[in-house]
């Protein structure tokens, strides 16, 4: 069986490109499931799939997080990989399905896991907003809070892979975009300007758009509900094998599974090439770098 991908919000699932791609398993909050409940699912999901990778914003609530970090714990289990991404709510999602795509190849849980960084160096994440008066998770100058009060503005706006505002108007261009081949996903919201699709798609010379619903937590993340996000990919599941398979393996010195990059994607810990002490080991009281801290349910 494939390794298992987790997400703690059911709008983070985008429909699969294809038929191999497999659904991903939810893991709902406290006020939803309990924690009884919650054990056994996964519990669950470890037997059936080995591995459990977890995705999930790292704008999500801290008593959510925590039931996470209280479930790995309880378990004691080193076969669940926690992963906070630092995306918008649409960039979490594109960044969930070619995580989706890749766990039915022949990839070893710690390789998917740790792809998650990679792979995330190559959404770009942004959206069309009509002010920045609240927006507190990408740069704001003074210059363009103030423009944010004059009627009729637009901002286009880069969370990722690097923060860039531009406000439009005039002959103002897009904000530079993927110097290769993408798809570009766009939901929006109460903002209906054809900008998005019309203008940034053509600009940035996506090969194909598509629309989904607007994840619930995204208006509360760019600071208002007139918006459109969009986030441009690389869709071709070769494409993303090729990338993640170019990249060395090595083994993490810690907890022993493949990873690729500078971190483990399941314990945490920094990739420490071999003949080099591992920080830390064998130091009576020093804590496993991907230990959790106690947390309550």
Same mark, same amino acid.
């Given at each position: ?8 919000s ?5 429909? %699969?490109?294809d038929? &191999?791609t497999?659904? @991903?398993?939810?893991?709902p909050s ?5 924690l009884?409940?919650? =054990?056994a699912a996964? &519990?669950l999901?470890?037997e059936?799939h080995?591995?459990?990778v @977890?995705?999930y914003?790292?704008?999500?609530p801290?008593?959510?997080e925590?039931r996470l970090?209280?479930v790995r714990a309880a378990?004691?289990?080193d076969?669940?990989? !926690?992963?906070?991404?630092d995306? #918008? #709510?649409l960039?979490?999602?594109v960044? +969930?399905?070619?995580?989706r795509?890749?766990s039915?190849?022949d990839?070893?849980?710690?390789v +998917?896991?740790?792809a998650?960084r ?7 994440a *942004?959206a069309?907003?009509n002010?920045v008066a609240?927006?507190d ?5 003074l ?5 944010s009060w004059?009627p009729g503005?637009q ?5 990722n #892979? /690097?923060p860039r505002?531009v406000?439009l108007?005039?002959d103002?261009p #897009?904000?530079a975009g993927?110097?290769?081949g993408?798809r !570009? =996903?766009v939901?929006r919201?109460q903002? &209906?300007?054809?900008?998005?699709t019309?203008t940034?798609?053509p600009?940035w ?5 598509e /629309?989904?619903?607007l994840?619930?937590?995204s208006p509360?993340?760019w600071?208002?509900?007139k918006? +459109? /996000?969009f986030?441009?990919? =690389? %869709?071709d599941?070769?494409? !993303?094998y090729q990338l993640?398979?170019? +990249?060395?393996r /090595?083994v ?8 690729i990059g ?5 314990c945490s810990?920094?990739?420490v090439p071999? *003949?080099?002490p ?6 009576p009281?020093t804590a496993?770098p *991907?230990?959790?801290?106690p947390?309550g349910p």
């Amino acid at each position: 069986m494939p390794t298992a991908i987790a997400v703690t919000s059911a709008d983070l699932v985008l429909p %699969p490109t294809d038929h &191999q791609t497999p659904a @991903a398993a939810l893991l709902p909050s406290p006020e939803a499931q309990s924690l009884d409940a919650a =054990l056994a699912a996964t &519990q669950l999901l470890i037997e059936r799939h080995g591995h459990v990778v @977890a995705v999930y914003p790292s704008s999500l609530p801290t008593a959510h997080e925590r039931r996470l970090h209280t479930v790995r714990a309880a378990l004691e289990s080193d076969r669940i990989a !926690l992963l906070g991404v630092d995306l #918008p #709510p649409l960039g979490v999602a594109v960044l +969930v399905r070619q995580l989706r795509q890749l766990s039915v190849c022949d990839f070893s849980a710690g390789v +998917v896991a740790s792809a998650a960084r990679l792979l995330s160096h190559y959404i770009h994440a *942004g959206a069309l907003l009509n002010t920045v008066a609240r927006l507190d998770r990408v740069p704001v100058g003074l210059r363009s809070h103030a423009k944010s009060w004059v009627p009729g503005s637009q901002f286009a706006v880069l969370a990722n #892979p /690097e923060p860039r505002l531009v406000a439009l108007g005039g002959d103002q261009p #897009p904000p530079a975009g993927p110097e290769f081949g993408t798809r !570009l =996903l766009v939901a929006r919201g109460q903002s &209906q300007s054809d900008w998005v699709t019309g203008t940034l798609g053509p600009a940035w010379r996506v090969q194909s758009t598509e /629309e989904t619903a607007l994840p619930a937590d995204s208006p509360k993340w760019w600071g208002t509900p007139k918006m +459109v /996000e969009f986030a441009a990919f =690389l %869709p071709d599941i070769s494409i !993303l094998y090729q990338l993640v398979a170019s +990249v060395r393996r /090595e083994v993490c010195s810690w907890c022993g599974v493949d990873l690729i990059g500078d971190r483990c994607g399941f314990c945490s810990a920094p990739f420490v090439p071999p *003949g080099r002490p591992v920080p830390g080991q064998g130091i009576p009281g020093t804590a496993h770098p *991907g230990t959790p801290a106690p947390h309550g349910p």
